[in-house]
Nanobody, 121 residues
Framework: VQLQASGGGLVQAGASLRLSCAAS????????IEWYRQIPGKQRELVAT???????NFADSVKGRFAVSRDIAKNTVWLQMNSLTFEDTAVYYC????????????????WGQGTLVTVSS
């Protein structure tokens, strides 16, 4: 599975931004797409998840402000970020959790490259 994240940029506090994560390869093996973010020197933080059944989950820090959607036909997931604050500044990554049946069930996680979101206060 290959992932291509895009959509980052520089915005002012209070603005909105939408990130995209385009998947290719063994799409059928994907069980969930996750969005993470990372500030230099800090651990990567799970921001949002959309499962293959469409269920979504969000970190408390972004609930009510962020939304996740997808277009299955386009193999694309979006992270809509509203009411951005300086604390949302980070490199955002999308990741795919996959499950493949070989001799046994094999789980894996694939990462896209990061996209930088900078929110000016």
């Amino acid at each position: 599975v290959q992932l291509q994240a895009s959509g980052g940029g520089l915005v002012q506090a209070g603005a909105s931004l939408r990130l995209s994560c385009a998947a290719s390869g063994r799409i059928s093996s994907i069980r969930a797409i996750e969005w993470y973010r990372q500030i230099p020197g800090k651990q990567r933080e799970l921001v949002a998840t959309i499962a293959s059944n469409g269920n979504t989950n969000f970190a408390d820090s972004v609930k009510g402000r962020f939304a996740v959607s997808r277009d299955i036909a386009k193999n694309t997931v979006w992270l809509q970020m509203n009411s951005l604050t300086f604390e949302d500044t980070a490199v955002y990554y999308c990741a795919a959790d996959t499950l493949v049946l070989g001799d046994t069930w094999e789980a894996a996680r694939y990462w896209g490259q990061g996209t930088l979101v900078t929110v000016s206060s």
